[in-house]
């Protein structure tokens, strides 16, 4: 019988047979089954190295020989790591059949998934998120890779997971900035893509704002559902992925000025509004959105440092989405409904003023 307070979702998809998504309180329980199920000989953790205890706790349950910690801080994500994780893959007797497990957030699942995919040309790989951010967005889609010359993600694969298993209770050493940076991920998708799961979020908001358990749990669930349903329609990244884009031409922008003192989701937070009110959406549905963020405790105004179009208008038109000088933004023209909308100097001077 089904756990009404999991989610167990099977998504079809080209590349891997069947993706299995389990989400909830608990289902770390579930690990050893999924792992099992994929007739593992030997099965390997891959963990960010603040989450030891937990990496243990689930080698045990899972009977995980090898675990190898990764430091996940801005040096993660380099090939020198992928390089040193093979040597110790070849040295743990890694072979085309074992199993990698992968603990942490979206640093560790973006760079031990693209490990898992050129491994012997891909082994097994089972994505354990441990951020509301790599469960809501990073861990989903396949999208894998390390940095390059400074650049994010310069190298990497598309290529699904076997397994995606995202125990909520993993989230509870996670400090509140961080908690809330990945649940405007799930804002994002709702107001682009679901006006029900928009007004969902809403009426979850309060209890969000006090990391309830089942709030938080509904709210995993959504972003999963919405994520997946766009990457099963488009899993080469065509053109339907775009939804996905929504806040970040403008709160890529912010991000990169800032240079390190704003978390990803808080300048997608800003990245919203202000793409928003430059493409002149109806000042209700913004106005919603703003709402929604403040009621999760996520702040929506650019700091007045990083209000520079002419700098901002710089980063954003070399963005790597930007093409024959069209800067284009992802935005919800109706609530649940977006539309490509060029960005240009002039409504990002307005957007900003
Ligand atoms: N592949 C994709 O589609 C995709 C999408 C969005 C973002 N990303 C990538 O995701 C990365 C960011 O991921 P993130 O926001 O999850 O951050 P992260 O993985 O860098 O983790 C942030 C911090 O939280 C700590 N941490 C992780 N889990 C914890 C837990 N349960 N309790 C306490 N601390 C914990 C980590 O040690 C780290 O210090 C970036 O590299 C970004 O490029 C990838
Ligand atoms: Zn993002």
Not at 31 to 56: F, N, T
Not at 143 to 167: E, F, H, S, W
Not at 224 to 252: F, P, Q, S, Y
Not at 275 to 301: F, P, S
Request: with cysteine.
């Amino acid at each position: 019988m089904q756990d009404a307070a999991v989610m167990d979702q099977h998504y079809e998809l080209q590349q891997t047979q069947r993706l299995s998504v389990i989400v909830g309180a608990g289902v770390e329980a579930r690990l050893a089954a999924v792992v099992e199920g994929l007739s593992p000989d030997g099965v390997v953790i891959i963990h960010d190295a603040a989450l030891c205890s937990q990496a243990q706790r689930i080698g045990q349950l899972i009977g995980a020989k090898t675990l190898l910690a990764v430091p996940c801080d801005a040096q993660a994500k380099r090939l020198n790591v992928v390089e040193r994780l093979a040597e110790e893959l070849h040295a743990a007797n890694t072979t085309r059949a074992t199993v990698m497990v992968a603990i942490g957030g979206g640093t560790l699942t973006d760079l031990a998934g693209f490990v898992a995919a050129i491994y012997l040309r891909g082994i097994a790989f089972v994505s354990c998120p441990t951020t509301t951010l790599s469960m809501c967005d990073a861990a989903l889609g396949g999208k894998n890779g390390v940095d390059l010359c400074g650049l994010k993600n310069r190298l990497g694969t598309i290529r699904q997971p076997n397994a995606i298993v995202m125990d909520t209770d993993w989230l509870q050493s996670l400090p509140d900035e961080m908690f809330r940076e990945g649940l405007v991920e799930v804002i994002k998708k709702a107001a682009v893509l679901d006006a029900d799961r928009f007004a969902k979020l809403e009426q979850l908001a309060p209890a969000l704002l006090t990391r309830d358990a089942d709030a938080t749990m509904q709210t995993v669930a959504m972003a999963v559902d919405m994520k997946m349903t766009v990457v099963v329609a488009d899993e080469h990244e065509g053109d339907k992925r775009r939804a996905l884009n929504a806040g970040h031409t403008i709160g890529h922008a912010i991000e990169s000025l800032a240079n390190g003192s704003l978390r990803h989701g808080h300048a997608v937070a800003m990245g919203m509004i202000a793409e928003c009110r430059a493409a002149k959406v109806d000042t209700a549905i913004t106005q919603r959105v703003t709402d929604l963020l403040h009621a999760i405790g996520v702040d929506t105004d650019t700091p007045a440092h990083l209000r520079n179009p002419a700098k901002l208008w710089e980063i954003a038109r070399h963005d790597k989405k930007a093409v024959r000088g069209h800067v284009p933004m992802y935005v919800p023209m109706m609530l649940g409904a977006g539309a490509i909308v060029d960005l240009t100097e002039e409504s990002l001077a307005r957007a900003m003023s």
